[in-house]
């Protein structure tokens, strides 16, 4: 019995170092048609789907982490111009109220500066805005090019070793299909495919591993940047309402008892010219009518 063992590991050992021509020949092919019929789309059999279903989850998890990492990139980048352009327009708005307050000697041109100070001040506190954006999308690009380029790398080795463990149940499940006991020729060349499926699924199974344990290291680590981050941005962002409804409260204060000053507009559209009752102000002379 020792003897049979010692010639059957000696035999395993034999047909795992057999790189013949032949031999890399058959195994390139069969993993060439299953890389076919996964391009294609072909059904593959369920059982050996069904054994893939939890690395299959961790895979669709790892391109939605992908995706959602792009998009909120792109969408940093786009609320970072937003803030700037409105604080430009906030900051014009200012100017032009204290421009024409200046030249108003009554109560409504007191308003308008008062009003334009604080829109001014509002337009520069909005800006502080971008420091923790601009730090937020540095991580999240430094997270996208190290850790999710990381993480891909060894998403596209375990596929490849897939790809070559799913060719080697193919091959064997070929050989399988013609085996007679009785010949040895086609025991032996059986054998030499069995151990190809199992140094195939020995790599594929290292891989599956380090692919799942990086997905689920990826999740844990974005849930910290995010988290991380979004606090920053956060205490900013409410530093900053602190900061204008302070403002704009107390120039409602110092207004209170004004009578309401009503602006009527002119818009001019392609039916003609319209009255438009825009907005109301706050001062104690009649109707003012602008012409726009």
Same mark, same amino acid.
């Given at each position: 019995?020792?003897?049979?063992?010692?010639?059957?590991?000696? $035999?395993?050992?034999?047909?795992? @170092? !057999? /790189?013949?021509?032949?031999? +890399? *020949?058959? &195994?390139?092919?069969?993993?060439?048609?299953?890389?076919?019929?996964?391009?294609?789309?072909?059904?593959?059999?369920?059982?050996?789907?069904?054994?893939?279903?939890?690395?299959?989850?961790?895979?669709?998890?790892?391109?939605?982490?992908?995706?959602?990492?792009?998009?909120?990139?792109?969408?940093?980048?786009?609320?970072?111009?937003?803030?700037?352009?409105?604080?430009?327009?906030?900051?014009?708005?200012?100017?032009? $109220?204290?421009?024409?307050?200046? @030249? !108003? /000697?009554?109560?409504?041109? +007191? *308003?308008? &500066?008062?009003?334009?100070?604080?829109?001014?001040?509002?337009?520069?506190?909005?800006?502080?805005?971008?420091?923790?954006?601009?730090?937020?999308?540095?991580?999240?690009?430094?997270?996208?090019?190290?850790?999710?380029?990381?993480?891909?790398?060894?998403?596209?080795?375990?596929?490849?070793?897939?790809?070559?463990?799913?060719?080697?149940?193919?091959?064997?499940?070929?050989?399988?299909?013609?085996?007679?006991?009785? $010949?040895?020729?086609?025991?032996?060349?059986?054998?030499?495919?069995?151990?190809?499926?199992?140094?195939?699924?020995?790599?594929?199974?290292?891989?599956?591993?380090?692919?799942?344990?990086?997905?689920?290291?990826?999740?844990?680590?974005?849930?910290?940047?995010?988290?991380?981050?979004?606090?920053?941005?956060?205490?900013?962002?409410?530093?900053?309402?602190?900061?204008?409804?302070?403002?704009?409260?107390?120039?409602?204060?110092?207004?209170?008892?004004?009578?309401?000053?009503?602006?009527?507009?002119?818009?001019?559209?392609?039916?003609?010219?319209?009255?438009?009752?825009?907005?109301?102000?706050?001062?104690?002379?009649?109707?003012?009518?602008?012409?726009?």
């Amino acid at each position: 019995m020792s003897g049979h063992k010692c010639y059957s590991w000696e $035999l395993q050992d034999r047909f795992a @170092q !057999d /790189k013949s021509v032949v031999n +890399k *020949m058959q &195994q390139k092919y069969w993993e060439t048609k299953q890389a076919f019929i996964k391009a294609t789309g072909k059904k593959e059999d369920e059982h050996v789907v069904a054994s893939d279903a939890d690395l299959d989850a961790k895979l669709e998890l790892f391109h939605s982490i992908q995706r959602t990492c792009l998009d909120l990139s792109k969408a940093i980048v786009l609320y970072q111009k937003r803030i700037c352009f409105l604080s430009q327009e906030e900051n014009e708005l200012g100017k032009f $109220l204290r421009s024409q307050g200046f @030249q !108003d /000697k009554t109560r409504a041109g +007191k *308003m308008m &500066q008062a009003t334009g100070k604080a829109l001014c001040f509002s337009s520069q506190q909005r800006l502080a805005l971008r420091n923790p954006l601009c730090r937020f999308h540095q991580e999240v690009e430094t997270f996208r090019h190290r850790a999710i380029s990381d993480t891909w790398l060894t998403v596209n080795r375990m596929e490849q070793y897939r790809t070559e463990y799913r060719g080697a149940l193919l091959w064997m499940k070929d050989v399988s299909q013609e085996l007679d006991p009785d $010949l040895y020729k086609q025991m032996e060349k059986f054998r030499k495919v069995q151990t190809q499926v199992r140094l195939a699924k020995k790599n594929f199974d290292k891989l599956k591993m380090d692919v799942c344990q990086k997905v689920d290291l990826l999740g844990a680590s974005r849930c910290n940047l995010l988290s991380h981050m979004l606090a920053t941005y956060q205490t900013t962002l409410l530093h900053f309402w602190e900061k204008t409804s302070h403002t704009m409260a107390a120039i409602h204060e110092s207004f209170k008892g004004y009578q309401p000053y009503e602006f009527t507009t002119l818009k001019v559209s392609a039916t003609g010219v319209q009255f438009v009752r825009s907005c109301s102000f706050i001062t104690t002379t009649t109707k003012l009518s602008l012409n726009v």
